[in-house]
């Protein structure tokens, strides 16, 4: 069965650059979310869309913004990147309301 | 603000026990929960989902309980084996209107042979 891809899967920026992370969801989704991992933390809600509209909000940094697009797909666009927003970034997609949440492999930002 | 915790925050078994996990959270306005399992660095596997509404659900052999009113979970892992080392973390989806999960701490759970 197909799953959510994302990309790239690893990432290595200095500080101060900027960062585009690609999330493409399980095909008939219908909303999309994104999470931040940091190293020995649990996962952070940052963002989800629903057809291509903001569905909700957590605590994504005014320097991150995303957005969904006509295919579905979502990008999570990072910039002045800073030491630590080094994590994990998880996509997840989902049914509207149907509850269970598949998340994509993650892309490891590193910042150096 | 809701906040889940998990109990407990390692284990260590042989192979062959059976064993619990334990999930708990503040506000039992939920709409669901999900049990996932995470490998180091890799990404999350969901393992189970839980409406609400429901009490328990079960997969191969694992077996997940849910008590809303309590604000609990349990996931109930059956003849553990070494693979079933990794890190499983419960995760709530508020019924406020939001989509988001708020995730729990995790269990670190190895497993030996």
């Known amino acids: 069965a197909a799953g959510v891809i994302q990309s790239p899967r690893h990432l290595i920026k200095e500080k101060r650059e900027t960062a585009t992370l690609k999330c493409y969801p399980i095909p008939r989704h219908d909303t999309v979310y994104w999470y931040q991992q940091g190293p020995g933390q649990d996962p952070q809600f940052l963002i989800s869309f629903y057809e291509k509209m903001q569905s909700d909000k957590g605590s994504i940094p005014d320097r991150f913004s995303a957005q969904q697009f006509s295919d579905y797909h979502s990008e999570l666009n990072m910039s002045s990147l800073e030491l630590g927003d080094s994590a994990l970034y998880f996509c997840?997609?989902?049914?509207w309301g149907s509850g269970a949440q598949y998340f994509g492999p993650g892309t490891r930002l590193t910042v150096l | 603000k809701q906040e889940v915790t998990q109990i407990p925050a390692a284990l260590s078994v042989p192979e062959g026990e059976n064993l619990v996990l334990n999930c708990s959270f503040t506000?039992?306005?939920?709409?669901?929960l999900q049990w996932f399992r995470q490998d180091p660095g890799k990404g999350l596997t969901s393992l189970l989902l839980?409406?609400?509404?429901?009490r328990e659900q079960t997969s191969g052999r694992l077996n997940a309980s849910l008590d809303k009113s309590s604000g609990r979970s349990t996931l109930y892992i059956a003849a553990s084996q070494p693979g079933d080392s990794a890190t499983y973390l419960c995760a709530v989806r508020p019924s406020t209107g939001f989509q988001k999960l708020v995730f729990g701490t995790g269990t670190r759970l190895l497993v030996s042979p």
């Open positions: 506000d039992s306005a939920i709409y669901n």
């Open positions: 997840a997609s989902s049914f």
């Open positions: 839980i409406q609400s509404s429901q």
